[in-house]
């Protein structure tokens, strides 16, 4: 039997394949290896605030200058401290991620169309950290952006990991 007796199949057929390659592509994809999550001394050097920031400019301003540091036995931002963190790392397509959860686009943050990020959220005793450094999308081995309150603190190495 061919194709030509069922006229839609060749359709469907292309439209799933191209689902399945989109999802693959797309979707947040788990990194599980351990050089994948932040290490080392990052300090805030700007910030900016969404359009559902609840955090004050003169409290985001306060922020700057402030280092978070990563470790795997702590992670500490301010007077915040997680003793015994566990990291949870993702590899997302930054249009998409970018756009459905905080209404930007990559060239908000300076980035490629079709670039990838790592997301990493820290975890302390089974919740997630509340501390500035908690929810950070990289954007590269030297910048990410910590999201605290709906504002984006744009961070830089500071020091390298010991």
């Not at 469907?12 to 290896?33: E, K, N, S, W, Y």
Request: aromatic letters at 10%.
């Amino acid at each position: 039997m061919s194709h030509a007796s069922f006229p839609g199949i060749g359709r469907v057929a292309i439209v799933a394949a191209t689902v399945v390659a989109a999802g693959c592509q797309l979707g947040p994809r788990p990194v599980t290896d351990e050089g994948a999550r932040p290490r080392g001394e990052w300090q805030v050097v700007a910030h900016r605030a969404s359009g559902s920031a609840a955090m004050s400019t003169v409290d985001a301003e306060r922020q700057v200058g402030s280092v978070v540091s990563f470790g795997p036995g702590a992670v500490t931002s301010g007077a915040d401290t997680c003793a015994k963190p566990t990291y949870i790392v993702h590899l997302v397509y930054a249009e998409r991620y970018l756009y459905r959860q905080y209404g930007l686009h990559t060239r908000d943050l300076g980035l490629y169309p079709h670039q990838d990020v790592r997301v990493t959220e820290v975890f302390c005793d089974g919740r997630k950290w509340p501390g500035l450094g908690g929810h950070v999308v990289w954007v590269d081995a030297e910048r990410g952006y910590a999201i605290r309150d709906g504002t984006w603190f744009e961070l830089r190495r500071a020091a390298p990991p010991v």
